[in-house]
């Protein structure tokens, strides 16, 4: 058994540095790896990131950004009244129950009424917003329209 400090290193771990221009001997003279004359076996020669060669680089190519977006949107979660057919006739229907039917994903979006399809059962809805034939709609059918 040997001891630790004559162990030989691993095969293949231990190379030679590469010593570039010291002669044709060394495998790596005359042009230093860098092939004949050019841009590219110049000092400091070669081209930027992302030069395509003078055509017009995809960068350029590409539509610019334009239009603004409006950080004071809100977004609401959509109801159509349509879907409030679930309800029994005389129920209020608020977004909480409006969650538990599945007809709302989440309670942090408000929610609007919208007035597409039709309703035949008197309903207290309460939304934080209605569609003008929503409303007319539900208000029709002898239900509430009431805005939270």
Known sequence: MTSQNKLP???GSKTKRKRIGHGLGSGHGRYSGKGCKGQKARSGGGVRPFFEGGQLPLV???PHKRGFTNIFKVEYALVNIESLKVFEPGT????EELRGARLVKSLRKPVKILGSGEIDRPLVVRATRFSKVAKEKIEAAGGQAETI
């Open 9 to 11: 290193p691993a095969p």
């Open 60 to 62: 350029k190519r590409l």
């Open 92 to 95: 209020s229907v608020s977004p």
